[in-house]
């Protein structure tokens, strides 16, 4: 008998060999089933077939509904794995008109952190990527069951495309959120790289500046004997820049490329900060973090 016939197209052999496998797995968790589905390939065609040999004990209104769901739960499991990461490429490559590589890989690398389908960092676990995923993978799930309970033949590909919109509406999302961050990223990097250009344009005003960090966005700006130096005039151009592009409320970047120093130390207790490493970038080599110096301690005691 037989039970189901999936066409894969151009799926290649190491994705077929996925694809059977978690078949074969999805079945051998069957409790008390009377046969095993055989399953069986045609490579020309691509296409997969599963078949019960016709014995006493099996029954298909009995043993049709949990044969099915495994079926759905595997093919669910082969489209996130599998099909994910080209699905995503394809919608980011068509709508958003990402062409250069490294940036699409970029970007679609981002999406799948976002889904639960990878994770930023292997060593640590990720509760909410990981029931994300399930939650996703288990809505596919329940639209191949439904399927399959009506119908011998799945196009897999066609399925995915014209069936799944929930599923496809989700990596949309997904695609949207990665693309405008990737393009804010780029457009920050950028104009780090003009500060920094800026910066090493001018001839440093003061050999060293001390940056006492009080609270959040809020220093104090001081000369080599730890002494606030007196408020200067902002370069207007700069100032612009800043405030536009970072929004930062109490301009210490803008004081600082207007200054141009050729050292600054920056006093903090938080070193992990954005904008101490927002700091690191624009000035390099310039800067060194002191968390706790023995000529900074009174000052951290009295100002934070």
Known sequence: MELFSISLHDAESSQRQKLHDLLVQEYTQLHNFPVTPRLEWNNESNRLTGRIDTVPEFHLVEHGPPLYR???AALAEYIV????????????????????????????????EMLGSIQSDPAERDPFGEADRKRRKQKVTDELELFLQDNTELNLIGFVTFRLQTYWNELRDAAEYAVDEFVMDKQYQEFISLLRYFVDLQEPKLPLVNLLHKTGHEFIVCDERLQPLEHKPVDRIVAEMVEYEMNVEDMVISTLVTIAPKQIVIHTRQPELQIIRTIESIFGLRVSVCVGCVSCHASFENRI
């Open 70 to 72: 495994s079926t759905a």
């Open 81 to 112: 794995s599998e099909l994910e990461e080209q699905l995503l490429t394809s919608i980011i490559r068509k709508q958003y008109r990402i062409e250069r590589e490294e940036e699409l890989a970029t970007i679609v690398r981002f999406c799948l």
